[in-house]
Nanobody, 113 residues
């Protein structure tokens, strides 16, 4: 069964860091482009990090996306968390050869003191 499962969300204080994981089953993530999105209440879904199939990691501001091919996972590290980072975070796998894409069910991140 093809599946993406996010984990690592929760309640965290502002200024702390958090690492989210996206684990794949039924296919190999290393050959897929990967994206992390977030969706906060009342806002549009937002792309926060992306990495092509050829790269192991990418940094954009406070967000670092990285692969762990041995575990068939992709991680999202968020540093210096802010209350406005509160959202449901989703991972998205895209076949660069046009074979389709997969979505996880999301993991809630709440930043609050």
């Amino acid at each position: 069964q093809v599946q993406l499962v996010e984990s690592g969300g929760g309640l965290v204080q502002p200024g702390r860091s958090l690492r989210l994981s996206c684990a794949a089953s039924g296919f190999t993530l290393s050959s897929y482009a990967m994206r992390w999105y977030r969706h906060a209440p009342g806002k549009e879904r937002e792309l926060v990090a992306a990495i092509s199939a050829a790269y192991a990691a990418s940094v954009k501001g406070r967000f670092t996306i990285s692969r762990d091919n041995a575990k068939n996972t992709v991680n999202l590290q968020i540093d210096s968390l802010k209350p406005e980072d509160t959202a449901v975070y989703y991972c998205n796998a895209i076949d660069p050869l046009g074979g389709g894409e997969y979505w996880g069910q999301g993991t809630q991140v709440t930043v609050s003191s």
